[in-house]
């Protein structure tokens, strides 16, 4: 693979010489037409690699990285994680079970109690995190007073969530002093006292996980916002023209326009979720990790199947409901609903 | 085709009621859905309300800290006191410099910081050029890996970088937090390259071609055409990679073992560790640092004078960037295409 990648530098001076031959040859080709067919054909496949050569010296760096650092520790780590002996001296690795995955399953009693316990929060998270940044980069997005000061206040608790303070913050109880100044004026106590003090503690949680949530949604508020400003007015006004409702603008412009950013949203928020620095399950496999290297490489394989396998059936919905583009959308739509098309036509036409 | 329609129909003829209550209550919806006079403005009303509900939750963290930092030992206590401490006390900042030793971890901080993040944005708007524009062989394997990198998580394959950085003889070193953002890597590095790439799709070829024309090399074009015109997402990428490498604390804390080579944001853990000692403890803590006159104590408030200096540079950083940032979304620097 090394090999490889210094052919591609070497290739490199050529790519880069090639061009003046090139311009000789395209003149060529355009005085000598008759004669044309055989040298356009070389001149075509001449781009083609020397395209192909530029490709690579710009996509060069990653090439590296990947086998430096993803690739090399990725197949290392799954040797170690199914290794019986290992020498650490000589990174030397022998034998194959993979007892190593059974002991996280059956033997450590630590460590599916936290799994368990992370997906679970996962699943609480993940549907809150998406709808309410959502309704915020919406919100953001309209034409309201002060919308450039909205956008910062939204974005500072990603500038000190990411890290220690906000642990600190959290620690301090934070969150519970944002309800207490809310508790009272958001739903009065008389109505609380109405309902009894199971219902009034299940709604302080409920707060309580919200407000954290929003907490960590500065990303997915920015990449929908970004989403939210690549749509053309253009489709607004012409649904607008046509009649539609706010209600029916949002479900049927707004939310298939920005399908694609709800793509790397969701695949975001979910590795995110899972390696967020407050999840214990982390600090467990971290534990683990560097006392003894087989196993911590098995629970991390462990996890990242998991993730994987949820994003997988992320791409697995959303490829269906994917905004590509219009020549694309047509075509899917004639695709599937070949017969469909003719029925409704005139249901819209009464409209 | 004509029997297709027709056996279509059939099917849907059951559904008839339902096609029509569905039609009834669209008709009823439109009817009700041009909003006039009042209700717009209450609608305007309630949108406002929510903004600002939520903003406030937004900026509560960063008020309590402010707010707190400031705070003496007796305000802290009472109960009346909610907002505004009584009297001001900036001797928590001063205790919380000391106790941090915080000329000593800015450097090392701010250096792996710009370093990193220059990297990443320099390597990987080369590397997202490059996928954008050109066409080469194992491109398709090569993206699938960007995606790939950007799913696994770091813990996963954790010990095996570690065991590479101690055979090469890097850890305790600034190298693996550095150079793997020279190479599209690091601190979710994939993450920047699909910006980079999604905002060079939507950029016209015709630039590229006239500056050839004009005999620019084509490593020169990308450095003095296209990479000026991703200026946007470049401040996008620049704002998010500083904040993640100024604020994280897992990959440094496990290849940087040196004290003297650690950085600012975990040191908030020695103050809160010296605000959870014992009074005796603390007072000799205090005694050494040469800070003790019998009134300053270690409490939350000092804790939060220190969360206000360590998350202050990103905070200024923000503040200096935060208009191009914003620009940087609103032209669509990252689109989802």
């Not at chain 1, 192909?52 to 996509?59: C, D, P």
Request: hydrophobic share 50%; glycine share 6%; charged share 15%.
């Amino acid at each position: 693979m090394e090999k490889k990648k210094e052919i591609s530098q070497n290739k490199k001076p050529q790519g880069t010489a090639k061009p003046q031959n090139k311009e000789k040859t395209q003149e060529k080709a355009s005085v000598q037409k008759v004669q044309a067919s055989n040298g356009k054909k070389k001149f075509k496949l001449d781009l083609h690699t020397r395209n192909s050569l530029k490709g690579l010296v710009f996509v060069s760096p990653y090439i590296l990285g990947v086998l430096m650092f993803f690739i090399y520790p990725i197949i290392f780590s799954l040797r170690l994680s199914v290794s019986t002996d290992i020498k650490i001296v000589g990174m030397h690795m022998s034998g194959f079970s993979l007892s190593q995955y059974i002991r996280g399953f059956v033997v450590d009693v630590e460590f599916l109690p936290t799994f368990g316990a992370a997906i679970k929060d996962t699943m609480v998270n993940f549907p809150l995190i998406i709808v309410l940044s959502l309704i915020i980069a919406v919100l953001l997005n309209r034409d309201i007073k002060f919308r450039g000061l909205f956008r910062v206040i939204f974005f500072i608790p990603f500038l000190l969530g990411s890290g220690e303070v906000m642990q600190q913050l959290l620690n301090q109880g934070v969150d519970r002093a944002v309800l207490n100044i809310m508790d009272g004026r958001l739903i009065p106590y008389n109505v609380l006292m109405y309902f009894g003090s199971t219902i009034t503690d299940a709604v302080q949680t409920i707060l309580g996980v919200l407000v954290t949530v929003l907490w960590g949604c500065g990303v997915q508020i920015l990449l929908f916002l970004s989403g939210l400003q690549s749509i053309s007015p253009a489709l607004y006004e012409a649904a607008k023209i046509d009649g539609a409702t706010e209600w029916e603008i949002f479900w049927k412009v707004t939310i298939p326009m920005i399908s694609p950013m709800m793509l790397l949203n969701l695949v975001y928020t979910l590795v995110d979720s899972f390696t967020n620095k407050s999840s214990e399950l982390l600090t467990y496999v971290n534990k683990v990790g560097l006392k003894e290297f087989q196993y911590g490489s098995a629970l991390g394989w462990i996890y990242f199947a998991f993730i994987g396998l949820l994003v997988a059936i992320v791409f697995a919905i959303m490829q269906r409901h994917i905004h590509t583009s219009e020549v694309e959308e047509v075509k899917k739509r004639e695709r599937k609903h070949r017969v469909f098309t003719i029925e409704k036509a005139p249901k819209r036409t009464f409209e | 085709m004509n029997a297709s329609i027709e056996s279509s129909q059939l099917k849907k003829r059951p559904n008839a009621l339902l096609s029509n209550l569905k039609l009834r209550w669209s008709l009823f919806t439109r009817k009700y859905a041009n909003l006039t006079g009042v209700k717009r403005i209450l609608v305007r009303l309630v949108m406002y309300l929510l903004i600002m509900g939520l903003a406030f939750v937004f900026i509560f963290p960063f008020i309590y800290m402010i707010t707190t930092s400031l705070m003496s030992d007796a305000d802290l206590n009472s109960t009346s006191v909610a907002w505004l401490p009584t009297e001001i006390k900036f001797e928590n900042y001063a205790i919380a410099l000391q106790i941090m030793n915080i000329s000593r971890y800015i450097k090392n901080s701010a250096f792996v910081t710009v370093i990193a993040s220059v990297g990443h944005v320099l390597a990987c708007s080369f590397v997202g050029y490059g996928f954008a524009r050109f066409n080469f062989p194992l491109k398709k394997f090569l993206f699938a890996m960007v995606i790939l990198a950007f799913i696994v998580p770091t813990q996963t394959i954790i010990t095996p970088l570690y065991l590479t950085y101690s055979n090469m003889q890097w850890l305790d070193t600034y190298l693996p937090l550095t150079v793997p953002a020279f190479l599209g890597f690091g601190l979710r590095g994939a993450l920047y390259i699909f910006l980079f790439r999604q905002f060079f799709l939507t950029v016209p070829k015709s630039l590229e071609e006239a500056a050839r024309i004009d005999g620019c090399g084509f490593l020169m074009t990308f450095w003095r055409i296209v990479f000026p015109l991703a200026k946007a997402t470049v401040v996008v990428a620049l704002v998010l990679s500083v904040v993640w490498h100024w604020n994280d604390a897992y990959e440094t804390g496990i290849y940087i073992s040196k004290p003297s080579m650690a950085f600012l944001p975990p040191r908030l853990k020695a103050i809160v560790s010296a605000a959870n000692a014992l009074p005796e403890d603390q007072q000799a803590m205090m005694r050494q640092l040469g800070l003790d006159d019998g009134e300053d104590i270690l409490n939350d408030a000092v804790v939060m004078a220190g969360a206000v200096i360590i998350s202050a540079p990103v905070l200024l950083f923000f503040a200096f960037a935060q208009r191009q940032f914003m620009q940087g979304i609103e032209r669509s620097g990252i689109t989802g295409e």
